[in-house]
């Protein structure tokens, strides 16, 4: 199945950065909004992520502009879509809407792909004509930079859609990641709260500063998981017996660290002490632009995991 | 006080590591263990670690072997260290040992700084001579090239040593990150457990593969926690609003998440999945050598990072 046509229902900061990576692979880009001024607002974002795009070797020159449409009315926007991205608020009652509006415009079998980072796909397809083309694929913000998507199928979805999906997202350079059913937080999102949520521990306990936790991941393990995953972490660890050595060896240890974790509850006293913790972080920080350092920062470490492992990333 | 000379205890690839840093820093560096033909392992893995210190611009031409002893007499391999290093199995009754054989010929006032990862600093120094010397300063492998150090004081540590240790590895070039006290795993490992748990879970239940984890994690979060922690991440995603607009709004969905976490056994059952699933993921790689492509990530991470974050990193 040719993708020529796409329709970002949505036009946030995700849909924006969305439109910015369909645009760079040629397809013709409809983003569909209500919101006062939101075709400047795409306009602009799309501006800006295209250096990064070129920067990556993904896009030349200027951003194609004259490929980028505006609607306000989510069937019309959706009529001659062959693959539309859905980036609405995460709310149960707003995304089914929108998967009416979209169904009453849509071809019956373009696939509905949903950015959501909480709902589940079950969920979301419940109720729709064609609940079999509509799947979850969860980008990482900013999408045009950060290569995973998650591709979950609801209880109802077809292996048809799934196949369009991946083979669309693997096409425009993403690093697809599938689920075997849908769970809240899918698998990327689940990690991290399980991260946060020890965090949030060690501050409300007073173990260390907010400011340390971050600098502890950022010079420490974060730095590992730029490159590779716990599980080959922990391979690696297990020496010339690998995985299963240090699973055997070291799984106990693991187990009792697990058993010491903490399990916070976000009251206000706790609240309190994670907002006081980051405004010192922010304090800190200076005059450097922390969103601008953090692009600049995947730009180089893409290119980096690029030259590392040659043609394959 | 000035650090002239050093003594690892203990010559593993953790001491190994240490002793290539140190050396890069000018020290005179004596490495004690009782291993058959662990001088020439040590010497190896120097030999190793110099080219990635000279890539760094950490070191110059070839490793200084004139400035590396060996000792098999831990005493006496201890007598005229300004700092001590100890690198010995994680085992408390192994450690205490090794402190009172430490102590036999250590200077009263030479600071002794334990590797350790899993043990507490008050565990180790207890029934120690001087254990207000004592300090845990847990390195990330290798240690000559990730930059965290985190520096734990035991209940009997005294401001003295914490201050000395702090000003050391400053001086060459670690980030120090300071617990206000002792917990399991410090920081760095409590937040990598953490995760790790909830990657058992997911594999344990089927939800995706070891392989796919591990990808959700290199080519997703792991991205942004190379360049910064969870705290500010989050601050970044409250946009204008910061972190109090995350936590406020969406902290809620966090606590959601959290209360969806897996709690996983290291049953046999489950094991044998990991296993399994790291077998898999193994296979993918092919002729990949994946320590040699992580130090070599590494070396091109702390560069990118030298780069957009000026002398301060």
Redesign the interface.
Known sequence: MQINAITIVGGGLIGASWAALFLAHGARVTVQDVAQDFEARVTKEVGRAWPDLVALGMAHGDAPLDRLRFASDTAQACAGADFIQECGPDRINVKRDLIAQIEAGAKPDAVIASSTS?LLASDIQNGAAHPERIVVAHP??PPHL???V?LVPGRQTGAQAMAVARTFYAGIGR?V?????D???H?????????????V??VAE???S???????????????????????T????GGAG???HY??HL????????A??G?P??DPET?GK??A??DD??AGLGDTD??A??D???I???E??R???GDQS
């Open positions: 909480s990482f913000n950060i290569p995973l998650e690093e990641v599938e689920l075997k059913r769970e809240v937080g698998v990327a999102n689940r990690l991290s709260s399980a991260l946060f949520r020890e965090a521990h060690i007073g173990i260390a907010a400011e340390d936790v971050d600098r502890a991941v950022m010079h420490g393990p974060g730095l590992r998981w730029a490159l590779m995953g716990p599980y080959l922990y391979h690696l660890g690998g995985f299963r699973i055997e799984g106990p240890t693991q187990a009792a660290r697990w010491e974790l399990d509850k976000l609240v994670l907002i913790g980051v972080l922010v922390p969103a350092r953090r600049a920062g995947l180089g470490l893409l980096l995991k030259r590392i492992d």
